[in-house]
Structures are given as C-alpha cells and as structure tokens.
C-alpha cells in the first residue's frame, strides 16, 4: 500500500514596491513587483534532478524581470551549488531553495467605474501554483538567525509578514493610494514610511472549474487599493461645464420678439461646448456599457439647456394660448428655468457628497478587511507550524475563506 505525500510546504513573500501606472481605459495598472519564493527542491523520485513549483502569476498582461546581481533565480535544472552540495552529501534530505525576482508588470484588473470619477479601486495581483494535493502556500516565513530553521517570526505576538505594499516610489499623479491608519499618500506621508499601503491577501483554492481536469489549484489573491483625485476632474471638466450650461440663462438679456437668431445662435454654441466637453471625459475611459455618474451630470446639463432652445421656440405660441404678453411669459420662463437648474444642482452636489462619502466608508471598510486577512492568515500559520497549539480547539478553519474586496 503507497502512502499518500503530504503537500509541500511553499512560502512566498510579495513586495509591490511602487505602483507606476493605472490605465481606465484598457482596465489594467503597472507596477515594480518583488517576489521570493521559499521551498524543499529534494527531488520527489530518483529521475528528478530537483523539484520546483509552478508558479504563475494569473492576470499578467505584460511582464519584464529587471535583473539584479543581489537577486537568487535559477532555471528549472540549473542548481545553486548549495543545493548540489547538499543533495550529494544528503540524499532524499529536505534542500531549501530561495529564489528572489523583481519585475516590472502590467496587470488586469476589471475597474468598476459607475462612481466616475469618485471611484475607488481595488487593484488585484493574482499568483497561481500547483495543485492543493502537491503545494500548500504561504507566506514567506523568516530563518531563525541561530538555528537557521525556517519558522513564523513573532513580533508582539503577531506573526510578521512578508506580503506587503511598501511603495517605496510612487508615480501616480491621479490616484492617491490608501495607507494604514486611514492615510494617503497626498497627507504628507513619506514614501517608504513606517505606514505601507493597506493590502487585502488571502490563500484560496481555485475553483474546479478552472480546470479541465477538475483538478484544484492554490492560489494567492494580492490587492491593494487606490482612489481617484478630484480635484483635476473637478476644476477642469464639471465646474466649467456647470457655469458653462448655468450661463446659457444669459440669453434672456436678448429680446425674445426681435432677437431670437441671436439667442438660438448662443444656445447652440453651448451645446457643442459641453458635448466636447463630454466627448473629452469619456475619451479617458473605456466603452462601457453602463453610464457613470460623470455621464449622468452632462447628460443632465446638455438637457437643461435643450429646454431653454424649447423654451425659445415655443415661448411665443404657449403666450398666444394663455392670452399674455409674450416679454411677460419669458419671464416666468426665466424664473422656472432658475428653479429647475438650482433643484438639478442641489441633486447633483448631494449625489457627488454622497460618493464621496460612501468612498471613504469604503475605504475604511477595506482597511478592516486588510487587517482581517492578516489575522486569518495568522491563525493558519500558526496551524501549519503550530498544530499543537489548535489540538483542542474546533473552531474551523477559515483559511480558504474568500476576501471580498471593495465593493463598488
């Protein structure tokens, strides 16, 4: 009778050491991604030089390794002479390897973008690895500086980990990425601080469909949020377009009776206006099949003045009707126009305070999450390194869990 393997134990540390770009339009963001990797390469049979886990990351679009003299990488059947000279000298031994990377990577990422432009981001770095029954992942476990034993470093009795985002630089000029305690990185906090970004991580077992074996891989699912600076997209595309569509009012000042050309002439002038504006908002973003709050606000100003143009035309007929002056009832109209664009702009500004309230809500709630998925993936190190610790104790483990990230 075979007796069945245990999994190999595969500790992996993840550093994303600078976010360099977030693309709306093509649902993607770059960055400078430090990895290494920790595990047993004593081959599993006599025909295997060594053993190495497959390791992939999942939603990579484009990826380039920067090479470094610091960095340990090795090829799948090129050994470290370490590892040659401890295969020969102890053979069917555990042989530790460690294998550090650093890449520069395009990832995709879905953005949802309905709250453009108060939306928040959860950017997700997904790594794949072998099957659950071969590989159980990880995070990368420190060697005790004395024995040299690999095992969990315990620092005020929590357990350090090595994934982390410690953006050591950051080039992004429209999104602020959120720190711990509720920070950002436009608050006046260094880069390379002692508060790295809020990250959400968590240890899954992908579903079996993945497969078309049906087979069940690990997977580590990595995010780190960001949200979008308004101040750009204010002061250059929604206030100039909201005085731009509240100025089509002026038209009032022409004579309705002996200057109507003239006002039809204004009117449409800032028509064309705010579609270009609009057209400029969207050429930042995908085609969507939804409309965003941004669309939401233009389409709403293009109708505010597409009733003063009907209010133009027909203002003569509707007096005819009522038995008034013609001058007397465009002065109501004024007034009722007044009352339309202040009641849109009150719904307006109070849908924007909304978002922009629900986005630090959410915020807040990703960094609970964040520090949720520290402690869970503590109490299943501990478990892995530590199971005499768990022997009487039956509450499940909740490891493979899944961390919802921020809901849009």
């Not at 390469?41 to 190495?52: E, L």
């Not at 929590?158 to 050591?168: D, G």
């Not at 709050?293 to 009522?322: C, G, H, K, N, R």
Request: glycine share 4%; charged share 20%; proline share 4%.
């Amino acid at each position: 009778m075979t007796t069945k393997k245990e999994p190999r134990i595969v500790q992996i540390g993840l550093n994303l050491i600078s976010l360099l770009d977030v693309n709306d339009k093509e649902h993607c963001f770059s960055g400078n991604v430090l990895t290494h990797v920790f595990w047993d390469a004593a081959p599993m049979n006599p025909t295997q030089k060594c053993w190495r886990p497959w390791i992939q990351v999942h939603n990579v679009k484009t990826l380039e390794e920067i090479k470094n003299d610091g960095m340990q990488s090795w090829e799948r059947y090129e050994l470290p002479e370490y590892v040659q000279k401890q295969l020969a000298e102890k053979p069917g031994q555990p042989v530790n390897v460690m294998e550090s990377r650093n890449f520069v990577c395009t990832f995709v990422s879905t953005l949802n973008l309905r709250a453009f432009p108060f939306d928040q981001q959860a950017l997700r770095i997904t790594v794949m690895s072998n099957t659950t029954s071969d590989v159980t992942f990880t995070h990368k476990v420190p060697r005790d500086p004395v024995t040299k034993i690999a095992k969990p470093l315990i620092v005020n009795g929590n357990v350090v980990c090595t994934i982390k985002c410690n953006l050591e630089a950051d080039t992004l000029s429209e999104w602020d990425v959120l720190l711990q305690n509720g920070r950002s990185l436009d608050e006046g906090v260094s880069i390379g601080s002692p508060a790295p970004a809020v990250v959400n991580y968590s240890f899954l077992e992908h579903d079996r469909l993945f497969s078309a074996e049906g087979a069940v891989y690990q997977r580590l699912d990595f995010y780190v949020y960001v949200e979008r600076e308004l101040k750009n997209m204010m002061f250059t595309i929604i206030l100039p377009t909201l005085l731009l569509s509240f100025s089509s009012l002026c038209v009032f000042a022409l004579d309705i009776t002996d200057q109507r050309g003239d006002r039809f002439s204004v009117l449409f002038t800032v028509v064309l206006t705010i579609v270009a504006n609009q057209f400029v908002s969207q050429g930042r973003l995908p085609y969507l099949a939804y409309f965003t709050w941004l669309d939401a606000v233009m389409l709403a100003l293009q109708l505010f003045v597409y009733t003063v143009i009907v209010e133009t035309a027909t203002v003569e007929s509707f007096a005819l009707l009522a038995g008034m002056d013609v001058r007397d009832a465009d002065k109501i109209a004024l007034w009722v126009l007044l009352g339309i664009f202040g009641s849109g702009a009150l719904v307006g500004f109070g849908s924007g305070v909304k978002l922009y309230w629900l986005r630090k809500k959410r915020m807040q709630v990703a960094e609970k999450e964040g520090l949720k998925s520290f402690d869970r993936e503590e109490r299943r190190l501990r478990k892995l390194w530590f199971p005499h610790e768990f022997q009487n104790d039956s509450k499940s483990d909740d490891a493979n869990e899944v961390v919802v990230s921020v809901k849009q």
